[in-house]
């Protein structure tokens, strides 16, 4: 299994989907919970892990068609540099992908000399229609699982405590828990402080615990 995740998602994936599926879970236990007053534990279980589902799918779907996105604007690139009337034109028109946070760090010469470089190897490719790989459905498949494997502890309470109220908190406590513990991990990944990013991560998850309390939930 984490083999898999790895094969197919990059660490910044694998940190964004479960952060995002943490918070999502926190929405959607405070959504359920305010929609069903006088609802059981087994409603609620239902509830909560289908929407957690439900949003796994969705994610899945969108890395698809994000993958496919991302496959025909390239193709584009390659067919403008292809039919640019002139070579400062083919220039400008990849530069302007090339433009990231990166390049601010270059000079306009070495900027220059990347978009030659790149001018090449869009030359040397071949436009393809967009279309979906394997790899880009077995990343689907990896999204749904991480988000899912990572929002499983927040239903767990509902099979193990009988009091719906109950259930409800300490499946919050558990998904603050896990986003404490991710932002750390976050923290290190990306060489910031573990604990002021989990903090702060944990907060936002406050936040929406207080606000569906105040709610009714």
Known sequence: MRAF?????DPAD??????????????FTGAVRLGQDEADNRA??????????????VDGVMFVLAALFERGRTAR??????????EEAALQRVETELDGPLLSLTTAEERRRMARAA?????RATAERPTVHADDLLG?????????????????????VTDPNIAVRVSNSVALTELF?????WGREVGG???????????????????TIALGG
């Open 14 to 27: 694998r940190l964004g989907e479960v952060l995002f599926g943490l918070i999502m879970a926190l929405g």
């Open 181 to 185: 513990l991710v932002g750390a991990w």
């Open 140 to 160: 689907g498949v990896a999204v749904a699982l991480i988000i899912v494997l990572a929002t499983l502890p927040v239903v767990v309470p509902f099979l193990l």
């Open 44 to 57: 609620l279980l239902i509830g909560i892990a289908g929407c957690n589902l439900a949003w796994a799918i």
């Open 5 to 9: 995740l790895q094969r197919h998602l």
């Open 193 to 211: 402080s573990p604990l002021r990013i989990a903090t702060g991560l944990t907060l936002v998850g406050v936040v929406l615990v207080l606000i």
């Open 77 to 86: 690139v390659i067919r403008d540099v292809v039919r640019a009337p002139t």
């Open 119 to 123: 001018l090449t190897l869009a030359r």
